[in-house]
């Protein structure tokens, strides 16, 4: 790939633990990716939480699976 634009974490475990993610991000600074971490203690909010010098940009973005499941579900019955 020669490296990503962006890291996105998102649903369950994505959207809620701030130790996840900055475990997972953890040692990927050789791809140019900085956490912020006081942008990262965050739990179900739209924002960046890279810092503002990493070459990779790392973003917390929820999801509402349930909604989508029933709006799938209920396109399918009708």
């Known amino acids: 790939m020669g490296g990503v634009d962006a ?8 959207e809620n ?4 993610r900055a475990a997972i991000t953890s040692g990927l600074e050789f791809m140019g990716v900085k956490l912020d971490e006081d942008a990262n ?3 179900g ?4 939480i890279s810092a503002a010098d990493s ?6 973005i929820p999801t509402n699976e349930e909604l989508m499941i029933a709006m799938d579900t209920a396109a399918l019955v009708q």
């Open 45 to 48: 909010e739209e924002r960046v």
């Open 41 to 43: 203690k965050v739990r």
């Open 17 to 20: 633990s701030v130790s996840q």
């Open 7 to 14: 890291i996105i974490f998102t649903a369950g475990v994505g």
């Open 55 to 60: 070459k990779v940009k790392v973003l917390l």
